[in-house]
């Protein structure tokens, strides 16, 4: 699970200052401020992991890739090609990590893994990697640090203050530039007699960044028919195209999942449809084969208890939009970060506010009697689904550790990232102003406009 993030000079964020980022973070903030920019950015980190070119150091994207940003001009605040383009991550381990020096016999063990990556633009404006460095934490205590930085003359150096890495003998051969932003290369590491460990912390930034999937903020309309040959689809998709092959997919595996210790797990199509049914945006949902054989399917649903069944295309457009959300945040693999965007839109309010319990329960999900640890990063512009949160915290059902709340907002040209801090009372004690927007001025201003209309009427009432 990622822990905390820090961009600089990105897009709108000159620097976004350390975000903590708890099993549930939602973030909040008005259009075009840069909300979207953080998400994006994990994108263009994922899709560097997958490709197939280790010498580019940041796949920026094209057509075929998961997301497009463009030039590194462009994604530099206020395209300034003097300004490094900087990030942070942290992400708790799944297991502890032990490093251990074979020359030397100490040990480093770790819980948690930081990262930091600072990239320049070249005499080409393409990115090149300036810093990079890898940091172990135990119980919140760094056991073991290592940087691989550019010097002097832009030679490569690496070095470490807990662990002496020893060169092999013979000729100092200089050190190769970085795979991607995140790897030292094979050449530079067989430079020493006791580098292989580094290996080990860019395998551990692979799996933290492949376990990353985005739902976007507008989703395919539904079809009548979806067709399935029995792949296993990665996630729902950015447009929740895969939502339905997703649930086919989880029921042949066997997938059982439940809402939280203790309670009873269910199918994975069933526990779709038990929270459809509860959000109360229909009765029952089902997918089925049009017939016996076949791979196309049909998605049927009532939408009151007695009512007939119909296609999902016939009922309200709000069904298949909520649908890749909730699919989404349980189908994920365990471990997995899901990264999305106003997963309340097309929703009514009083839906809005109970897709907040659907997440919360999302993270405390067991599958098959396994906690599934999901990490769920929500932008969202609905005072409803805070509302919820703000309650099931002074309920005690969610406690302040587990949900990260921030409000984005524009300063000048940069963009600042506001931390919301919430108490155990489910208050927040440093509200913004004009969160959801001025609402008091909204009403004075209605009341005086209501007020001049009653004292025209009275004055037209009197002629």
Known sequence: MLTSLRIQNFKAWKDTGPIRLAPLTVIFGAN?????????????????????????????GDEKSLIELGTFEECLHNHDLARPLSFALGWRLPDELVVRDPLSKRKFNGDELQFEVSLRADKKDQPRVQHLGYKLVQ???????????????NKL??????YALIRTTGRPWPLDEPDKFYRISDQSR????????????????????????????????????????GETPESVGHKGEFSIAAILAANAQGRHVNRGPRKRQYPFDEFIAQWLRDLGVIESFSVKPVAKGRKEYEVLVKTFAGGSEVKLT??????????????????????????????EIHLHPQVQAALADVFI??????????????QLVVESHSEHFLNRLQRR????????????????????????????RLNMFGEIENWPENFFGDEMGEIAARTLA?????????EASHE
């Open 32 to 60: 075009s401020a840069g909300k979207s920019s953080l998400g994006h950015l994990l994108l263009a980190l994922k899709q560097t992991v997958l490709s197939t070119d280790r010498k580019r150091p940041l796949h920026l």
């Open 139 to 153: 119980q919140g205590e760094p056991t073991l640090t290592v940087q691989y930085e550019r010097g002097e003359n």
């Open 157 to 162: 150096e690496i070095h470490s203050d807990e």
């Open 190 to 229: 067989a430079r020493f007699q006791n580098a292989e460990f580094l290996s080990d912390f860019a395998l551990r930034m692979e799996a933290q960044l492949n376990g990353l999937s985005y739902l976007g903020p507008l989703r395919e309309y539904p079809k009548r028919i979806y067709s399935w040959s």
């Open 314 to 343: 016939d009922v309200g457009f709000g069904v298949s939009q909520l649908l890749p959300a909730v699919v989404q945040a349980f189908y994920c693999p365990p471990l997995s970060t899901v990264w999305m965007e106003q997963p």
């Open 361 to 374: 329960s999302a993270i405390k999900a067991r599958e098959n009697g396994a906690e599934r640890n999901t």
């Open 393 to 420: 915290v002074a309920e005690g059902t969610l406690v302040p550790e587990d949900v990260a709340v921030y409000f984005c907002r524009k300063a000048g040209s940069a963009t600042e990232l506001e931390p919301l």
């Open 450 to 458: 209501a007020a001049e209309r009653k004292i025209q009427q009275r």
